[in-house]
């Protein structure tokens, strides 16, 4: 992806005023996006990710699970709703 969608995403999560952004994939590529919005979290591993994301979660909580094919991110959702009873 070119470098500006990635700002892009920045500042959308910027302006959303998001609570918690926990981001996996290519570092290099996410590395725009990071630098713009140093609030979020990089993860190098799923499985981290999901058992981080996991004590955030309340009652009403939206979560966002988005990635590129390649990032299998289904592997989150899984263990997240596995996690708090959702099977």
């Known amino acids: 992806f070119p470098v500006t969608i990635h700002e892009e995403l920045a500042n959308w999560m910027a302006a959303a005023k998001l609570d ?13 996006t990071l630098q713009a919005y140093p609030a979020a979290i990089f993860y ?11 004590p955030l979660l309340a009652k009403n909580t939206m979560v966002v ?5 390649s990032n299998a991110m289904e592997v989150v959702v899984k263990s997240v709703t596995e996690a708090i009873g959702l099977k």
Do not use: W, Y
């Open 20 to 32: 918690h952004v926990l981001m996996f994939g290519k570092k290099e590529l996410l590395a725009p």
């Open 44 to 54: 190098e591993d799923k499985t981290i990710l999901a058992q981080s994301l996991i």
């Open 65 to 69: 699970i988005k990635g590129s094919r």
